[in-house]
């Protein structure tokens, strides 16, 4: 069995994540969640100390997972945790597209192999931006995340509480 590295922001962390982490054991054995600060992306909603504990608490059924924080190239990510290649989760054709780039430029200046695994058909509509937008306005996102994630949100984000219907 192999070692791979799963990159990502995970900001936050939801069930096509954890989809991808779990066919990743399944078929590689160990696994290291990087959990990444991208600066392409706005700063984010967790901390990378609160992403990594609602990952931890998420996975407490995987014992060959573990998580590491990450600043800096996915490659370099790649040869800090021992792993022999990273793993990718495809939701549509347009995330091929990018990850193929990806892939290819990592695989140009390190050697480093990407493989992908496609999410669950239920889960390719799922996006942490989407989740942190959902969230924000007082939705249920209960559906999309795993419990730990669902709490932290709704400690960030209360439910809304819907306008009276009575008379005055």
């Known amino acids: 069995m192999a070692t791979v590295l799963y990159p990502g922001s995970f900001d ?11 066919q990743s054991v399944e078929l590689f054995g160990d696994v ?11 700063s984010g909603m967790f901390t990378l100390e609160q992403r990594t504990a609602m990952i931890r608490a998420s996975i407490e059924h995987l014992s060959s997972v573990r998580i590491m924080t990450f600043a800096g190239l996915a490659v370099d990510a790649v040869k800090q945790s021992g792993a022999s290649f990273i793993v990718k989760g495809l939701r549509t054709g347009g995330d091929f ?3 193929q780039q990806m892939a290819h430029t990592n695989f140009a200046v390190s050697g480093v192999r990407t493989v992908y695994l496609p999410c669950k058909p239920a889960l390719v509509s799922i996006s942490s931006r989407f989740i942190r937008e959902i969230a924000q306005y007082g939705g249920d996102v209960t559906s999309l995340v795993t419990a730990p994630v669902a709490a932290e949100l709704a400690l960030l984000f209360p439910a809304k509480q819907s306008p009276s219907t009575g008379n005055a």
């Open 32 to 42: 290291t969640v990087g959990v990444m600060h991208n600066p392409s992306k706005p």
């Open 97 to 99: 597209e990018v990850e």
């Open 12 to 22: 936050p962390l939801h069930l096509g994540h954890l989809d991808v982490i779990e």
